[in-house]
Structure formats: structure tokens, C-alpha cells
């Protein structure tokens, strides 16, 4: 890639950063926006205004607030269409998984430089951990992300470790790189990553990779809940999520 890919347009990231605000098909108001953004209020007005003409997003008059529009849900509904076979293999086991355990699972995989959740379930009884389908974090946050990171190609691990600042997203996210670097490599020996409090204060997180029978990493399975929890369903999670991956990874060379 040459120079040009490495320019940035001001005005455009600021747009995208408030499209990026959105954790659901939610609403949120100016203040909102502006507290998840940074940006000034009169700038994000004037993007917001580029954006509605543009389909982006649309304004609800009677709440006050601004959502996704539909040109947004369609490049959604595009990205989700090519992990369709993939959901549709991994969602029995979620289910499976999620009810033996008693938490939240999920399955996510790597979109260039982040994670994707790209299935989801949670069990009908006990805590639940509330993470959406869609949902995108850095790679370098949490069990599930540093999962990822571990098995992915080398220029990947590099360009995170060695590339942008390390966002914090809680006080107890590892943002050092040597530290990082460490943990990625005992993931990788262990096949398997734990994390406090990293990507959510409140919440543990137990993460495997799924690896297809050609060596490929396919994605990360998880098991996540309330931290209080952790104590009495840790162990238990270790053990589920190591025999699912094992099973799906016999499997996921199929999947289309």
C-alpha cells in the first residue's frame, strides 16, 4: 500500500467517529454524542446534517434523539451476510454452551484491525452479561480480542503492538506493550485467555480460539459473565469452551 492509504481526512473520521458511537440501533441524543465522541457540539451538528442527507443517519423529531439510517443497516446487513454459514454453524453450540455454564457466549472474529461478535446467546436462567451481535472492540482488550491477536498472522500482532495508541477502554484494560506482548505469548502455548474487568468493568471473560482442521483461525469462543461470578463457574467454563473448540474446530473447514 502506498502513501495515499495512510492519509486521513479530518472531516471524514470525525463523521465516522459518530457513527461509530452507536452500540445498538438506539437512539442518542446531542450530549450523547458528544460525550462518546469529544467533538464539539456545533461540529457534530454539522456532520450530522452531511450524514442525514446521506442516509446515514435520521433524526427522531418526537424523542429527540438521532439513529442509524438505513444506508447504515445496509452495509450492516452486508457484513452479516458473509458470516452466514459460520453463525449458522456456531448459534447450536452458543446455545449449548450458554445454558451448561449459566453465562452469556458468543463467537467473534477479526474484521481488520478489531473484533467482531458475530453470534450470540445467553442462558434463560442466571446472570446475563449483555454484549450485541455486532459488536466491535480493539484486539488488544480483553480475553477474547487477545485470543484473536495470539493466533492471528504475525504483521497483524505487529501492527497493533507497534502501530496506534493502546486504548484503555477500563481502568484494568493492559495497555503496555511489553506486558501485551507477554500475555499473547502464554495465550498462544496455552490456547486459552482469561480476563477481569478489561473490556467491561463488571465482567470476566474465558476465551478459546477455534482453529479449522487446515490450521486456519477461524475466530474465538467465549463465555462471559458478572465478575462475582467467576468463582463459581470459572473452571467450568474453561472446561466447556476447551471440549467446544475441539468439536468445532473438526467442523468449521466446512462451513462456507
Same mark, same amino acid.
Given at each position: 500500500?502506498?502513501?495515499?492509504?495512510?492519509?486521513?481526512?479530518?472531516?471524514?473520521?470525525?463523521?465516522?467517529?459518530?457513527?461509530?458511537?452507536?452500540?445498538?440501533?438506539?437512539?442518542?441524543?446531542?450530549?450523547?454524542?458528544?460525550?462518546?465522541?469529544?467533538?464539539?457540539?456545533?461540529?457534530?451538528?454539522?456532520?450530522?446534517?452531511?450524514?442525514?442527507?446521506?442516509?446515514?443517519?435520521?433524526?427522531?423529531?418526537?424523542?429527540?434523539?438521532?439513529?442509524?439510517? +438505513?444506508? /447504515?443497516? *445496509?452495509?450492516?446487513? @452486508?457484513?452479516?451476510? %458473509?458470516?452466514?454459514? &459460520? #453463525?449458522?454453524?456456531?448459534?447450536?453450540?452458543?446455545?449449548?454452551?450458554?445454558?451448561?455454564?449459566?453465562?452469556?457466549?458468543?463467537?467473534?472474529?477479526?474484521?481488520?484491525?478489531?473484533?467482531?461478535?458475530?453470534?450470540?446467546?445467553?442462558?434463560?436462567?442466571?446472570?446475563?452479561?449483555?454484549?450485541?451481535?455486532?459488536?466491535?472492540?480493539?484486539?488488544?482488550?480483553?480475553?477474547?480480542?487477545?485470543?484473536?491477536?495470539?493466533?492471528? +498472522?504475525? /504483521?497483524? *500482532?505487529?501492527?497493533? @503492538?507497534?502501530?496506534? %495508541?493502546?486504548?484503555? &477502554? #477500563?481502568?484494568?484494560?493492559?495497555?503496555?506493550?511489553?506486558?501485551?506482548?507477554?500475555?499473547?505469548?502464554?495465550?498462544?502455548?496455552?490456547?486459552?485467555?482469561?480476563?477481569?474487568?478489561?473490556?467491561?468493568?463488571?465482567?470476566?471473560?474465558?476465551?478459546?480460539?477455534?482453529?479449522?482442521?487446515?490450521?486456519?483461525?477461524?475466530?474465538?469462543?467465549?463465555?462471559?459473565?458478572?465478575?462475582?461470578?467467576?468463582?463459581?463457574?470459572?473452571?467450568?467454563?474453561?472446561?466447556?469452551?476447551?471440549?467446544?473448540?475441539?468439536?468445532?474446530?473438526?467442523?468449521?473447514?466446512?462451513?462456507?
Amino acid at each position: 500500500m502506498g502513501k495515499e492509504t495512510e492519509r486521513h481526512v479530518a472531516a471524514v473520521q470525525a463523521a465516522l467517529q459518530i457513527l461509530d458511537a452507536f452500540e445498538s440501533a438506539e437512539g442518542l441524543r446531542l450530549g450523547e454524542l458528544h460525550q462518546r465522541t469529544g467533538l464539539t457540539r456545533s461540529r457534530i451538528l454539522r456532520y450530522l446534517g452531511t450524514l442525514e442527507a446521506s442516509g446515514f443517519i435520521v433524526v427522531n423529531v418526537d424523542q429527540g434523539t438521532y439513529e442509524l439510517g +438505513p444506508k /447504515a443497516f *445496509r452495509l450492516g446487513w @452486508l457484513v452479516r451476510d %458473509a458470516y452466514n454459514g &459460520l #453463525t449458522g454453524l456456531v448459534r447450536p453450540r452458543l446455545r449449548h454452551l450458554s445454558e451448561k455454564a449459566k453465562a452469556t457466549a458468543f463467537f467473534s472474529v477479526v474484521r481488520g484491525d478489531a473484533r467482531l461478535v458475530i453470534a450470540r446467546e445467553e442462558p434463560e436462567q442466571g446472570l446475563r452479561y449483555a454484549i450485541p451481535e455486532g459488536q466491535v472492540r480493539p484486539l488488544h482488550v480483553g480475553a477474547t480480542g487477545k485470543v484473536l491477536l495470539a493466533f492471528s +498472522p504475525q /504483521a497483524l *500482532r505487529d501492527r497493533v @503492538l507497534d502501530g496506534h %495508541a493502546l486504548e484503555a &477502554l #477500563t481502568p484494568t484494560t493492559v495497555t503496555d506493550r511489553e506486558a501485551l506482548a507477554v500475555q499473547l505469548g502464554e495465550i498462544a502455548r496455552e490456547r486459552i485467555s482469561v480476563s477481569f474487568g478489561e473490556a467491561t468493568s463488571s465482567a470476566f471473560a474465558v476465551a478459546v480460539p477455534v482453529i479449522s482442521t487446515r490450521g486456519r483461525l477461524v475466530g474465538a469462543l467465549t463465555l462471559a459473565g458478572p465478575l462475582d461470578e467467576y468463582e463459581r463457574s470459572g473452571e467450568l467454563c474453561r472446561q466447556l469452551l476447551r471440549d467446544e473448540a475441539g468439536y468445532l474446530s473438526t467442523r468449521v473447514g466446512e462451513a462456507p
